[in-house]
């Protein structure tokens, strides 16, 4: 009984010291620059300049699937999929675009890399891509996302533009920016491009 306990307790133990690591490797990563340009109650109104990013496209229709799919294959290229075998910095977020038709998933790239001096991916399914810069509307959750807490948040985001009478246009996109082991202090963010003139 005694041995039983001990090792439950060295085992919370040992989880905590793993998720206290976790979460100061994710807050270290490099992320994607942004400026926040207006702040509501339930939104915020941000400017993100240009950005490399490796993509794969997907025919998934759910934040599961395409998760499941496209990540290893992003994860390939950065880890050494490429034709100089090079290892690249894992950012954050991660960017998912989740439709019926066509959906997508990218890695931003390290902001010292750019379209040329980025390796080759190895694999056809990776392509790399300039997003250009936009404003956006963001809306923040915690916890771990789920398609039905995606689909909640773009409610909430989209009705808070209306009644804010803010022009959006596109698809409304998923942010994640913790790995699937991070148990704690999760951060995810669904975004859409605005139409905004204000400086």
């Known amino acids: 009984m005694k041995i039983a306990f001990i090792i439950g307790i060295v085992l919370i133990i040992l989880l905590i010291v793993f998720q ?6 994710t807050q ?30 997907s025919s998934a229709k759910s934040y599961k699937e395409l998760g499941s799919s496209g990540f290893s294959k992003l994860a390939r290229y950065i880890f050494g999929g490429n034709d100089e075998n090079k290892q690249i910095s894992m950012t954050s977020p991660v960017h998912m675009e ?17 379209k040329s001096n980025l390796p080759k991916p190895i ?11 936009e404003y956006v509307a963001a809306i923040r959750f ?19 533009l209306k009644v804010q009478h803010i022009e959006y246009y596109g698809n409304f996109r998923y942010l994640g920016y913790n790995p699937p082991y991070q ?14 003139s204000k400086m």
Do not use: C
């Not at 916890?143 to 808070?160: H, R, V, W, Y």
């Open 20 to 25: 206290t690591y976790t979460s100061m490797a």
């Open 123 to 133: 694999s056809p399914d990776v392509t790399i891509e300039t997003a250009p810069e």
């Open 28 to 57: 270290k990563a490099e992320i994607q620059p942004y400026k926040v340009v207006q702040a509501e109650k339930d939104f915020e109104i941000r400017f993100y300049p240009s950005a490399t990013m490796a993509t794969i496209t």
């Open 98 to 114: 989740i439709n019926n038709a066509k959906s997508t998933m990218s890695f931003v790239m390290p902001s010292n890399y750019h």
């Open 142 to 160: 915690s916890g771990f996302a789920t398609n039905d807490d995606i689909k909640k948040q773009t409610s909430l985001l989209e009705m808070a």
């Open 183 to 196: 148990l704690f202090g999760r951060r995810n963010e669904v975004i859409v491009a605005v139409k905004w």
